[in-house]
């Protein structure tokens, strides 16, 4: 069964700084997809980046970037500029060529510092 | 353009109780997943629906089931509700023909407390 590990119960920066959120992964499976989820205290999970391990470039959505290391079974997100609104829970995400369900780590809270 | 929708918001309910839980998928979505988030966790996977039949389920005990209508919304019952049934209930709809690659997309969760 995919596992997924986020290593980081808190972490925090100030604004307009840079975090980088960890996540790694295990599976057998060679193709697959991982997630970064963003879930604020309204409680909804909102997508924040996606990546298909098929693909070698780092996924990148305005100050979201990802470095997908497929060998290390890596996956962490880095947050540039850092603004109050990102303050959240973050989770990491996978889920396999052929299934539906994702599997999530336990999240890390994300605090910013004015 | 509604997205993902679930009632009630809250919900109290006494140990040994049944409840039901409703979500509404986003326009155009044909598929609804249902997770459990307990508190301070990620979310688990419970089960999914698609055309009106479950297809995969999540390791969840049989007092836990599902339905899903001809208009893509679907309910999660729970039986003999525990203690540690105690947690957000979150939906998630998507397009089944878009496979592994489509996103699901949340609705805002219940909050399920029982006491």
């Known amino acids: 069964a995919q596992t997924v590990t986020q290593s980081q119960p808190e972490m925090s920066v100030q604004e307009a700084e840079t975090v980088t959120l960890s996540c790694t992964y295990d599976?057998?499976?060679?193709?697959?997809?991982l997630f970064w989820y963003k879930q604020p205290p309204s409680r909804q999970m909102i997508l924040v980046i996606r990546q298909e391990a098929y693909k070698q470039q780092n996924a990148t959505e305005n100050r979201f970037s990802v470095n997908f290391q497929k060998a290390a079974k890596s996956f962490s997100l880095k947050i540039s500029d850092s603004q109050l609104g990102d303050a959240a829970m973050y989770f990491c995400?996978?889920?396999?060529?052929?299934?539906?369900?994702?599997?999530f780590g336990q999240g890390t809270r994300l605090t910013i510092n004015p | 353009d509604a997205g993902v929708t679930q009632s009630p918001t809250h919900l109290i309910k006494t140990r040994g109780q049944q409840v039901t839980l409703r979500c509404s998928p986003k326009?155009?979505?044909?598929?609804v997943s249902w997770y459990q988030q307990a508190l301070g966790q990620g979310p688990q996977f419970i089960f999914q629906y698609y055309e009106e039949e479950e297809r995969q389920r999540g390791n969840f005990p049989d007092r836990f089931s599902g339905h899903q209508f001809p208009n893509y919304s679907s309910e999660l019952n729970v039986n003999a509700l525990l203690l540690g049934d105690s947690a957000l209930y979150l939906c998630?709809?998507?397009?089944?023909?878009?496979?592994?690659?489509?996103?699901?997309?949340f609705g805002p969760g219940t909050r399920l407390t029982v006491t």
């Open positions: 998630a709809s998507s397009l089944f023909s878009s496979g592994a690659r489509g996103e699901q997309y």
């Open positions: 326009s155009g979505h044909d598929t």
């Open positions: 995400a996978y889920k396999g060529v052929g299934a539906q369900k994702l599997v």
């Open positions: 599976t057998s499976e060679s193709d697959y997809y």
